[in-house]
C-alpha cells in the first residue's frame, strides 16, 4: 500500500507484543515533546489482528495523545520483515523517523560553560529532556539533505560523559530505537537479518551513500535487551545470543573491510565494531564537499574489494 509523502516528516513505531507497556513508554515520551495533537502523523506497525484488537484495547483512560494522532496499521511479523514493510508502505523521499516502542526519553547534552575547559571538560556535562524535539527533526533532515545523506541517528547510550556536541559523517553505529531515513524503496537497503539489524542498516546506507549522519549530543533513554515482549518475546535470552553471534559472523562476511566481531566480557554478548576513517564536524561549523569527496572514495575502493574478492580467489 502506498500513501502519500507526508510533510515535513512521519513517526513509525514497530510494536510486537507490548501492548500496555508502548503507552507507558515511547508513546507517553512523544505526547511529552509533541503535545496531545502532534504535529506529525504517528504510525505503531503491529504483526497481526489479535495485536490491532489487544493494543486498541488497552489504550489508557486519560491518556495525553489524542486517539486520532496514532493509527495502527497490520505489517508483518518479525523485526526485519517490518522495517522492510515500513520502507515500501510510505512513499519514496518520505522523511520517515523510526522509533522502539520502549523509549522512556529523548534526552540532549548540555555542556556547563564553566566546563568548557580545563583537565576533565567533559566532567560537568549532564543530560536533559530535549527541549524542541519537533525541530529537531525538521533541522536534522535539512542537514541530512545538505550533506548527502540518506540515514540520520543519535548517540547509542545515555552518557553525557562520552558525548559531544558534533555531527559525524564517517562510519558509525545507527541505534535501532530511534533513527531516520529519507525513505529509498531500494531493494538493496532492504534487511536480511533480525539480530543485528541496526548493524546491517548501518552498513548498507554507507556502502550506498559514502556516509551516514549522526548527532553525538542526541539520544534515547531505554533498556537494551530488558523490556518484556518484542524480540525477547519470541526466543529466550541463550538463544537471541546466539543468534546474535551467527548474525555478527554473517555481517562481518559481507562486510569484512568495515567490521570485526567484539565479545563483551561481561555479558558475553556479540557485538560488531566499526573500522573508520574518522570524520568529524563541529554542529556550528558547515560541512565540507572536499571532505565529503575523500569519503565516497574510500568507499568505493571498499566495495570494489568486496566485488571482486571472491573472483579473485577463484583465480
Wanted: glycine share 4%; aromatic share 10%; proline share 6%.
Amino acid at each position: 500500500m502506498k500513501i502519500p509523502k507526508y510533510e515535513p516528516y512521519v513517526i513509525a513505531i514497530p510494536s510486537y507484543k507490548r501492548p500496555v507497556l508502548i503507552y507507558k513508554k515511547t508513546l507517553a515520551t512523544l505526547a511529552q515533546h509533541l503535545g496531545p495533537i502532534p504535529p506529525i502523523p504517528i504510525f505503531v506497525f503491529l504483526a497481526n489482528d489479535e495485536e490491532l484488537a489487544e493494543y486498541q484495547s488497552a489504550w489508557p483512560q486519560e491518556f495525553p495523545l489524542q486517539k486520532t494522532a496514532v493509527k495502527f496499521v497490520i505489517g508483518q511479523k518479525g523485526l526485519k520483515n517490518q522495517r522492510n514493510y515500513i520502507m515500501d508502505y510510505f512513499a519514496a523521499y518520505t522523511n520517515i523517523v523510526q522509533m522502539d516502542d520502549d523509549i522512556d526519553d529523548i534526552l540532549e547534552l548540555v555542556i556547563p560553560e564553566k566546563h568548557l575547559s580545563g583537565k576533565r571538560p567533559n566532567r560537568g556535562n549532564r543530560l536533559k529532556p530535549i527541549q524542541n524535539l519537533h525541530q529537531f527533526v525538521i533541522n536534522a533532515f535539512d542537514k541530512c539533505r545538505s550533506v548527502a545523506a540518506h540515514i540520520l541517528g543519535i548517540y547509542p547510550v545515555p552518557n553525557a560523559y562520552f558525548m559531544t556536541p558534533t555531527q559525524t559523517t564517517d562510519l558509525r553505529f545507527i541505534v535501532g530505537p530511534m533513527f531516520g531515513v529519507i525513505n529509498r524503496q531500494d531493494t538493496r537497503l532492504r534487511l536480511t537479518t533480525n539480530e543485528k539489524e541496526n548493524v546491517e542498516r548501518t552498513l548498507k546506507y554507507f556502502t550506498l551513500d559514502g556516509r551516514v549522519l549522526r548527532y553525538n549530543n542526541i539520544t534515547v533513554a531505554t533498556r537494551y535487551f530488558k523490556t518484556m515482549g518484542g524480540m525477547q518475546a519470541s526466543q529466550r535470552t541463550s538463544a537471541r545470543r546466539a543468534n546474535a553471534l551467527r548474525a555478527a559472523e554473517y555481517l562481518h562476511k559481507l562486510y569484512p573491510n568495515f567490521t570485526k566481531i567484539h565479545l563483551d566480557k561481561k555479558s558475553g554478548w556479540p557485538e560488531i565494531k566499526f573500522i573508520t576513517t574518522k570524520l568529524t564536524m563541529n554542529t556550528n561549523k558547515t560541512h565540507t564537499p572536499a571532505a565529503n569527496n575523500k569519503t565516497i572514495k574510500h568507499i568505493k575502493l571498499s566495495k570494489a574489494m568486496l566485488g571482486t574478492r571472491k573472483k579473485t580467489r577463484s583465480n
